[in-house]
């Protein structure tokens, strides 16, 4: 896919986005060949469709897609999810199956319970059980989510300068006063950061210091889970910054701010928040003995 290819996807895709949300904006990505592009050019379509679902404010259970391709399942399937605190969860999507969870084995292990009122995820399974039956390929659906976390970010950055630019006190822009230029530029460097660790991919991973003592697998988990964990990060401390430099606007519903801060409180809860990820890249590391460079810089 050349550069042109690209800018008409981004724009078919935001204009997607804008206009639908939810199973009616899956079913529009299928139309438009989703499964196909995910198949052919997953490198290209997953950080693409993650970014501008956060931008755009969206959902769709994409999630399920990404992990069903690398767990060659078939599209369509609802797959468990493992969510921070040891619970499980499934992103329903009523256009398929569900895959090893399913609401009424919910009602009967413990009552279904809602994390986000805007997205169809639903706690499976007891907090201590798995109700997957096999492992769940987790590195690629933690850089796909890691993705929809610095969209989201920037989208609440977007609002934050808009409003600084806009707000006028003491006769000038509340954008000149040099704490709220702090605020911003914090929330700008956190974003960047996160996003140069998802550019860090498996094959920068396999440049081994240690060649004999770690396998590529580890290499790519591991680097995965520290960029979700990055971006993680850099949502949580966006969203802080950005409801700061907003005032007691991006407190208040009426404000499209915090749709965006729950977005991102759930987002970094699935599949590991950024202090289990931190947590898990330690473990690895102690079991390998050492740290492995994961990119050349």
């Not at 896919?1 to 904006?25: N, P, Y």
């Not at 196909?36 to 679902?53: H, M, Q, Y």
């Amino acid at each position: 896919m050349d550069a042109a290819e690209q800018i008409l996807l981004t724009d078919t895709l935001r204009g997607t986005m804008a206009a639908a949300t939810g199973a009616e904006l899956h079913s529009a990505l299928r139309d438009l060949g989703w499964y196909e592009l995910l198949t052919d050019s997953a490198d290209i379509a997953v950080p693409l469709a993650f970014r501008l679902l956060g931008e755009a404010g969206a959902h769709a259970p994409l999630i399920n897609d990404v992990l069903a391709h690398a767990a060659g399942h078939p599209f369509g399937e609802s797959i468990p999810l493992p969510f921070t605190g040891g619970r499980w969860v499934l992103w329903r999507d009523d256009t398929g199956p569900a895959h090893g969870g399913t609401p009424d084995e919910a009602q009967q292990n413990g009552p279904v319970v809602l994390l986000d009122p805007e997205l169809p995820l639903i706690t499976v399974g007891r907090p201590t059980e798995s109700p997957a039956a096999e492992p769940v390929p987790l590195a690629q659906a933690r850089r796909a989510l890691a993705w929809w976390l610095t969209g989201s970010a920037r989208a609440m950055l977007a609002l934050a300068r808009r409003h600084a630019l806009e707000r006028v006190q003491f006769g000038k822009p509340v954008a000149g006063f040099q704490a709220i230029r702090h605020r911003l530029a914090e929330t700008l460097v956190a974003i960047e950061g996160a996003e140069a660790a998802l550019a860090v991919g498996p094959s920068d991973a396999h440049h081994r210091a240690h060649p004999e003592s770690a396998v590529p697998q580890q290499y790519d988990s591991l680097a995965a889970a520290l960029a979700k964990a990055a971006a993680g990060r850099a949502a949580l401390v966006t969203a802080r910054h950005c409801q700061q430099v907003l005032g007691g606007i991006g407190f208040t519903a009426e404000h499209e701010f915090h749709h965006h801060y729950r977005r991102v409180l759930v987002l970094d809860g699935l599949l590991g928040s950024s202090r289990d990820l931190t947590r898990e890249a330690g473990a690895t590391l102690r079991e390998l003995g050492y740290a492995p460079r994961l990119a050349q810089l």
